[in-house]
């Protein structure tokens, strides 16, 4: 492909294939950045609900006026994304800087690609599309300014997939740790993603863009044929063990 694979975390902003990772504060921003939108949300809700609720104009009046007021709430958000911008720009410039190449391999955002992380969902909402968003265009930007590739892969059920046998399964992951529930292989989490996003583009099966059934079902497929040729016997589809499960406990 002429160029590495870098995979987007939560902890940091990139991991590539070997292993570096880029934008370490990221995590920490993140995670800071959610609280302080969580208490914000919350009391602003309160004041709404009291607002609402309450029979005294004058009072009305003066929480609407005094309490609810968005200026400083905005002024406090940008502040806080004009850190994160700045950590994504930085792993960006120190990625173009370390590993120069002509194209870089990159992963696809999902919708919610901070789903994961136990943060009240607005908050996820709210995160998710925002950095996503400034991800996406700063990389782009980047790229067309240094004139290199960008290629994309879907990345459904990368983080849980070995990257040496293929097995695809939410008990390979654990946080950052990484364990294969089949070969036993141990990885960082982030790393074992870049390195199956990398294997997904050098086999040239993976689209950019694919529904989580489609990429369950190649991804299920391609580690049963690794299973074969290494002539093993691949361990029951989670998915089908727990319909089972489902069904059996609606039949009770």
């Known amino acids: 492909m002429g160029g590495p694979e870098i995979d987007m975390g939560l902890t940091e902003v990139f991991t590539d294939d070997e292993g570096n990772h880029y934008g370490k504060k990221l995590g ?14 919350t009391a602003r809700n309160r004041l709404l609900s009291l607002a609402r609720n309450t029979t005294s104009k004058r009072k009305r009046r003066n929480i609407l006026r005094f309490n609810l007021g968005s200026d400083r709430f905005e002024a406090l958000k940008a502040r ?8 994504i720009n930085h ?38 599309g925002w950095v996503r968003g400034i991800i996406g265009e700063r990389l782009a ?5 240094r004139q290199v590739k960008l290629v994309k892969v879907a990345s459904s059920y990368s983080s849980q997939t070995c990257p040496e046998c293929l097995l695809a ?26 390195l199956t996003l990398l294997l997904r583009v050098e086999r040239g099966t993976w689209p950019g863009k694919m529904t989580k059934e489609q990429a369950w079902e190649l991804s299920r497929r391609e580690y049963e044929e690794c299973c074969r040729l290494r002539g093993v016997e691949p361990l029951e589809d989670p998915h089908k063990s727990r319909k089972k499960v489902k069904k059996a406990g609606a039949a009770k």
């Open 91 to 128: 792993a960006l410039n120190e990625i173009f800087k370390k590993a120069p190449a002509d194209a870089y391999i990159v992963e696809e955002l999902s919708a919610n690609f901070l789903q994961d992380k136990k943060w009240p969902k607005r908050v996820k909402r709210l995160l998710s």
């Open 141 to 145: 930007f980047k790229a067309a300014e």
């Open 169 to 194: 399964h939410r008990e390979n992951r654990n946080g950052d740790k990484f364990k294969c529930r089949h070969c036993g292989a141990v990885y960082q989490s982030d790393h074992a993603a870049a």
């Open 28 to 41: 920490e921003l993140l995670s800071k950045f959610a609280e302080t939108l969580n208490r914000k949300l």
């Open 80 to 87: 806080m994304k004009s850190q994160i911008r700045c950590c």
